[in-house]
């Protein structure tokens, strides 16, 4: 690659911080998730610029144009990897039922819900066998767009959004209203996977996804080369991010107006958990997933904010996200001049291709169900409460001060243990409780500890546990104020 000079000659090749990052060999909060590059010529060299790999899904996209210091550039072209373009390609299928994701396979049903695999109701596909990781873009300058180019180009690009959990970190929750109606089902996956796949451009119906010359890696037709045999057909760029999800599934939403019923909800209930957990509109984002049926939010700042996993902890929770909501949607305070929504309540930038659907008054009756509404942890098939009597069955008969630590945890709602009285082999010890995903194990000392020799057990078993696995020991003892000290589980 002779384009570039200087500072810039490492951005083509091998740049072993960046590949020890990409790999995770390297601490994240160094090395934030690598945006996607574009190149741009300049002189006898050029000029990298830098977006999201979400942006530069869109703005890095074949026959897209870059505006760069005054100058108009457009995509021609992504960078040929050493193995070839053949060697990147992914065969990938996903669900448009639920936007459940899957590698490699093509199953006939939806391993997260069970709905059959089959194109949605645009025509796109859901089965794809050339779908190409986004990579380094290289672009030219244009003095001049036609104007077909220009009405193709103004209408964007189908680009679908598909997630798929990590393995054994899913939690599941039910929001119920006062008299039993079920309104949500929530499912929080920590670090799971999101995939944004470009299929192509809107206005281009004839054809799915991209041409691109596997061997130049010039997008579309080559007019200069007759030889087709390098010319790749059905192209699909894709870019993928790790991150927090919590996936709602909505229960007994009215027929009339659905659609629109959904897009206000979308947008009330991103907006109220903000403003009850103060983020900043950049650190959770939605969107709509299976023709409406679930919502996917994410956490999107870097690292995540770590406020998801907590929408399922309190009974409580959706109470204080529903009154946030009725004050942000002017109920509680008349706003004379919002007909159906304004840029004080619902109405943004972000959302103004959705500005026609959004309508606040839709969803008032089903804000106030929420507003008496309570959280029904699920442990393992399990609610709250019958995950509590099985912790109490499992605890040791000889030791009241286990169910009375358990009793506390559970009347003030923190998160319940996974399991009491759970041998970890690597350590050969057997803690009271243990939160196996936080990695965290109490002891609840009582009187039986008092003992200086059995003292002096317990902390050979703790240090042991300590020194031999990743659980991080917090004891209580019966004769100290371990109320104070049980605050910590507020953070689990």
């Not at 999800?245 to 229960?251: G, K, M, N, Q, S």
Request: net charge negative; proline share 4%; hydrophobic share 35%.
């Amino acid at each position: 690659m002779g384009h570039n000079q200087g500072r810039s000659h490492s951005e083509f090749e091998f740049y072993p911080y960046r590949y020890f990052a990409a790999e995770g060999f390297l601490p994240g909060f160094n090395f934030p998730r690598l945006p996607v590059r574009a190149f741009i010529p300049a002189g006898e060299g050029g000029d990298f610029i830098s977006r999201p790999r979400t942006v530069a899904l869109r703005e890095f996209a074949p026959s897209n144009i870059v505006y760069y210091e005054g100058s108009k550039f457009m995509v021609t072209k992504t960078k040929v990897p050493v193995g070839g373009i053949e060697s990147e390609y992914q065969r990938v299928s996903v669900c448009f039922s639920c936007g459940y994701f899957h590698e490699s396979d093509f199953p006939d049903t939806c391993q997260n819900c069970n709905a059959e695999i089959k194109p949605d109701t645009y025509g796109n596909l859901a089965r794809l066998n050339r779908v190409l990781p986004m990579e380094t873009a290289i672009a030219r300058r244009r003095e001049r767009i036609t104007c077909d180019e220009e009405e193709r180009l103004k209408y964007g690009y189908k680009i679908t959004t598909h997630f798929r959990y990590d393995t054994q970190k899913q939690e599941s929750a039910n929001v119920q209203a006062a008299d039993g109606t079920p309104l949500l089902k929530l499912t929080y996956g920590a670090t799971a996977k999101i995939w944004r796949i470009n299929r192509g451009l809107k206005k281009n119906t004839e054809e799915r996804g991209f041409k691109l010359d596997a061997k130049t890696g010039l997008w579309g037709d080559n007019k200069n080369q007759p030889s087709t045999e390098n010319l790749h057909t059905e192209v699909n760029l894709m870019v993928d991010d790790t991150c927090n999800i919590l996936v709602i599934e909505l229960l007994n939403v009215p027929l009339e107006n659905r659609e629109a019923f959904i897009t206000t909800l979308q947008y009330t209930l991103e907006t109220s958990i903000q403003a009850v957990y103060k983020l900043e509109a950049d650190e959770l984002d939605s969107e709509r997933l299976g023709e409406g049926k679930y919502l996917l939010f994410w956490e999107a700042a870097e690292g995540g904010a770590g406020v998801l996993s907590q929408l399922l902890e309190q009974p409580t929770t959706f109470q204080k996200i529903a009154n946030a909501a009725l004050d942000i949607c002017h109920f509680l305070e008349p706003k004379e001049s919002c007909v159906q929504a304004c840029y004080e309540c619902l109405l943004s930038y972000r959302n103004q291709f959705d500005h026609a659907l959004i309508n606040r008054h839709l969803i008032k009756p089903w804000l106030e169900q929420l507003l008496e509404s309570q959280v029904i942890r699920q442990f393992k098939g399990l609610s709250r409460d019958e995950q509590y009597q099985k912790l109490l069955a499992q605890t040791d008969s000889n030791s009241n001060f286990e169910r009375t630590v358990l009793q506390e945890i559970y009347q003030r709602g923190y998160k319940l243990p996974d399991a009491a009285q759970e041998l970890i082999p690597e350590a050969n010890c057997k803690p009271d409780f243990i939160y196996k995903e936080q990695a965290v194990a109490i002891f609840c000392d009582g009187s039986i500890h008092d003992s200086p020799n059995q003292r002096k057990q317990d902390q050979i078993e703790r240090d042991n546990l300590r020194y031999n696995s990743d659980y991080t020991v917090l004891t209580l003892r019966h004769d100290e104020d371990w109320q104070a000290i049980l605050v910590i589980l507020a953070d689990v």
